[in-house]
């Protein structure tokens, strides 16, 4: 089987690590053995003085189609979450480096919210941008709750998070969801050429800069765990199950 996620240090940028999700016949849908091995590598490029970038980049025409609805199926039928997911996302917003994304596509749930973290996005014209948490009969994750209104203010964030509205590529832009619009065929090229140049620049004064930047974490871990308790216990709800089934039978 084809690896589900890639971690590779291309020759041709130096310092910069790339995270490629790599599931493309399911439309790059994110597993917990692939949420485990993102979070390895992020912990990886957090310690090792030869990444100084890190990259998320999916495939062709998608990003990522978000959470793998089997395995939220799973724990709706009273199986066991782990803790891969939470792993990940607190890996994410603590990530002491830069980390820069590529979107082509489709972006749907986790593959709208990851951006939220990320320092840099680039984007094709074509990519769309849609959380269908409460279609779901879920609640939204990855900190968005508290991060989207922060950029994009209460009306934006709300139609993203809560109606499920989608935002094209222009919309996220302007919201402030990504930072720059190419060509499809340009997106990764130019999300590796823009973290190579960051990669290039004196570690510690893009590490201050950047932390400046972001400001203190701590609310953004603790709305992690808060947006969580009510993620789980929707989870086990009847409405949930019911649109869980209602999705694998599409």
């Not at 991060?147 to 964030?157: E, T």
Request: net charge negative.
């Amino acid at each position: 089987m084809t690896d589900q996620v890639l971690v590779e240090r291309p020759d041709a940028y130096p310092g910069v690590q790339v995270i490629r999700l790599n599931r493309p016949e399911k439309k790059n849908a994110i597993t917990r053995d692939m949420y485990a091995k993102m979070t390895n590598a992020l912990t990886v490029a957090g310690s090792d003085p030869a990444v100084r970038v890190t990259v998320f980049l999916g495939t062709d025409g998608c990003f990522s189609a978000g959470n793998d609805m089997a395995d939220f199926l799973a724990f709706a039928m009273g199986g066991s979450m782990g803790t891969e997911v939470i792993d990940f996302l607190k890996a994410l917003a603590s990530a002491p480096k830069p980390v820069v994304s590529g979107v082509d596509g489709l972006a749907i749930g986790i593959g709208t919210t990851i951006h939220l973290h990320c320092d840099l996005t680039i984007s094709s014209a074509r990519s769309v941008f849609k959380t269908p948490f409460v279609d779901l009969a879920l609640v939204p994750e990855a900190a968005s709750s508290l991060i989207a209104p922060r950029i994009m203010g209460h009306q934006r964030a709300f139609a993203l998070l809560a109606a499920g509205e989608p935002l094209e590529a222009r919309d996220a832009l302007e919201a402030g969801l990504i930072w720059k619009i190419v060509g499809q065929d340009a997106v990764e090229d130019e999300t590796l050429s823009l973290a190579t140049r960051l990669a290039k620049k004196p570690p510690e004064a893009l590490r201050i800069a950047r932390d400046l930047v972001r400001g203190d974490r701590s609310d953004v871990l603790a709305r992690i765990d808060e947006e969580a308790k009510h993620f789980a216990a929707q989870l086990k709800s009847a409405e949930a199950r019911a649109a869980f089934e209602a999705f694998m039978r599409r």
